[in-house]
């Protein structure tokens, strides 16, 4: 059994190895098997169980809770435990609906601002995820996808406008690999970013935004409805 004070070293996505607490772990790993669809609104959530899954013990589990209660992904009743909220799938799709408006905003100010540089690297990273997807290399691709929206925030170039989508990324980066486990939203997703990129690419602000806002809502919708089974 590892102390609670333990830092555990991860391999994460798209970085260096880093260290991460317990804590941290049972929440990355509770919010996606949410966001996924592992555990379904309802769903039971039992302390030892989780703990004993994860080789951990309960303290950083109900650490986790507390953090997912704010995040609405969860809900604790006296006496009788945590469950997956029953309004889950609202919860995200509203957190979503906000980052379309984020996301939108730093599409618009992209286009107002980016260089011919810029414009060079966005087109590349276009083409690489074009040929990661016909090679069907679906974790790089999910990699890359998000490195797509990263460097369209950087040439927003608005340090307001970034922090604040940092507050709402562990909800969208659990719901992006949810969203890439469908080959048709894949399909659908690159052809967005291709319009998206040549909003931008033109330098209109007001299609770029709109682009972006649709791409993400529809998105939401999609794969929510997927989940359940419309």
């Not at 291709?194 to 909003?199: T, W, Y």
């Amino acid at each position: 059994m590892k102390k609670e004070n333990e830092e555990t070293k991860l391999q994460l996505t798209g970085a260096s190895n880093v260290y991460k607490s317990l804590r941290d772990i049972a929440l990355e790993t509770i919010r996606e098997a949410i966001v996924s669809g592992h555990f379904k609104p309802g769903d039971h959530l039992k302390e030892r169980d989780l703990a004993k899954e994860m080789g951990i013990s309960t303290t950083p589990i109900k650490e986790a809770f507390r953090l997912l209660s704010h995040e609405g992904l969860v809900e604790t009743l006296p006496r009788k435990g945590t469950y997956v909220s029953e309004m889950v799938n609202t919860s995200i799709e509203e957190t979503l609906m906000l980052k379309s408006y984020l996301e939108g905003m730093s599409a618009r100010l992209a286009a107002t601002k980016v260089t011919e540089e810029e414009l060079v690297k966005l087109e590349e990273q276009i083409i690489l995820m074009e040929q990661l997807k016909d090679k069907q290399q679906l974790e790089r691709y999910s990699e890359e996808n998000t490195n797509f929206h990263l460097q369209i925030r950087r040439i927003a170039s608005n340090p307001i406008l970034y922090q604040t989508l940092l507050n709402v990324e562990n909800v969208d980066q659990a719901f992006r690999k949810r969203a890439l486990q469908h080959q048709t939203e894949i399909e659908q997703g690159f052809i967005e970013h291709k319009q998206i990129f040549e909003a931008i690419k033109e330098r209109n602000p007001e299609q770029a935004e709109e682009r972006m806002k649709k791409h993400i809502m529809r998105t939401a919708q999609s794969v929510l409805q997927k989940s359940k089974g419309i």
